[in-house]
């Protein structure tokens, strides 16, 4: 559980609606079902409009990584990479064709599959790479409905606010009336604008972060299996394999039961 993106929200909400109340408002000012179908409706109608239906349904489903993710340990899978050069370099690499079951990440399994059977490194490469470029340009495209929602929503708001407001005119001659529409008109406008500075634009940001933060570890992968292939010394492995993560540890000694894997 992401508990910096749900402390985010509710921060912003209580800031957001104490300010409000401390002014004198109350919360009803602003529930408006009308005003919210309008922003709603009229967003995710112009997303439906900018994009394929296949790239809504994935965005939909990759929001929960908003909230929900599980970060993938670059030190274990760094720990993997190191003890399959240290069998490698003992055994050759074609002794690590019994470790293939053993790999979870298919990204990984593919690189080492084409290492073993005897792919020259620049092939495997150019493979593995062409794969990382086309995956990475179809999770590129999740973030971009959530920001192109962020662009649309305040817009919409802004003509849910028109809306009202012709509504308003039509009351003109009662003026208590005319201040409680100019009042509910303007609502649209609030959820436009929160629903975009809020939640869509914020979470396009944070898959962005979770996407770049996968294909690190995916080009660490592929950098680990080159260099295996091209007969690099493990602890060189190891220490060039650190730069890829954020929180780097000095390169660990080897092991004897590494040594001897």
């Known amino acids: 559980m992401d508990f910096a993106s749900i402390g985010g929200i509710l921060l912003a909400a209580f800031g957001i609606l104490f300010g409000m109340t401390i002014e004198g408002g109350s919360i009803a000012q602003i529930a408006q079902p009308t005003a919210a ?18 790239t809504c349904l994935a965005a939909i489903k990759q929001a929960a990584k908003i909230f929900l993710h599980k970060n993938e340990d670059g030190e274990a899978v760094l720990a ?42 620049s092939e495997v490469r150019k493979i593995m790479q062409l794969e990382l470029d086309n995956k990475s340009e179809l999770e590129e495209s999740i973030p971009a409905v959530f920001e192109a929602a962020g ?7 802004i003509i849910g606010a028109v809306i009202g407001l012709i509504q308003v005119m039509k009351n003109l001659d009662n003026i208590d009336e005319v201040g ?47 260099s295996i292939l091209e007969g690099m010394n493990p602890r060189m492995v190891e220490t060039k394999l ?8 000095p390169a660990s000694a080897p092991k004897r039961q590494e040594a001897t894997a």
């Open 80 to 121: 993997q990479i190191v003890a399959f050069a240290y069998k490698a370099r003992k055994s050759g690499i074609v002794s690590l064709d019994s470790d293939l079951p053993s790999v979870q990440d298919p990204f990984l399994k593919q690189a080492l599959m084409l290492a073993i059977d005897g792919t020259e490194p």
């Open 242 to 249: 650190r730069t890829f993560l954020f929180h780097a540890k």
């Open 151 to 157: 662009g649309y929503a305040p817009t919409v708001g």
């Open 37 to 54: 179908m309008i922003v709603c409706g009229g967003t995710f109608g112009a997303v439906l409009l900018q994009f394929p239906l296949s």
């Open 180 to 226: 409680r529409g100019i009042a509910t008109a303007f609502v649209a406008t609030i959820y436009g604008v929160a629903a975009a500075n809020l939640l869509c634009l914020p979470a396009a940001g944070k898959l962005k972060f979770r996407h770049r933060e996968e294909q690190r570890i995916k080009e660490m992968m592929l950098e680990g299996v080159i």
